[in-house]
Nanobody
Framework: QVQLVESGGGSVQAGGSLRLSCAASGYTYTRYCMGWFRQAPGKEREGVATIYTGGGNTYYADSVKGRFTISQDNAKNTLYLQMNSLKPDDTAMYYC????????????????????WGQGTQVTVSS
């Protein structure tokens, strides 16, 4: 059974840091992209960051560039999102996603490219 399980969310004050983790299991196909999305109440889900596992290229939303870092540990089948200098606007449910589309890098921020999703982990940033 394919599973993506996120962890590491929580409540922090503005300026603080969190590291999200996503453990992947049960995959029998290549995951070309692994990424993070977030959805705040009343807002659409948006792409935060993605790593193209084939070449290691990384992609970030403009709103998080310079503050968030996506990485992966292939040996542990785990994806990470290091979030620094957090802002109240970063408050959202964060989801891990996987894509078996080899062209996912060109459309990394579109959630239609991804065919595997975790259950989400809440991040709350207070001012």
């Amino acid at each position: 059974q394919v599973q993506l399980v996120e962890s590491g969310g929580g409540s922090v004050q503005a300026g603080g840091s969190l590291r999200l983790s996503c453990a992947a299991s049960g995959y029998t196909y290549t995951r070309y992209c692994m990424g993070w999305f977030r959805q705040a109440p009343g807002k659409e889900r948006e792409g935060v960051a993605t790593i193209y596992t084939g070449g290691g290229n990384t992609y970030y939303a403009d709103s998080v560039k310079g503050r968030f870092t996506i990485s992966q540990d292939n040996a542990k089948n785990t994806l990470y999102l290091q979030m620094n200098s957090l802002k109240p606007d970063d408050t959202a449910m964060y989801y891990c996603a996987a894509s078996n589309n080899m062209w996912c890098g060109g459309h990394w921020s579109s959630d239609t490219v991804y065919n595997g999703w975790g259950q989400g982990t809440q991040v709350t940033v207070s001012s």
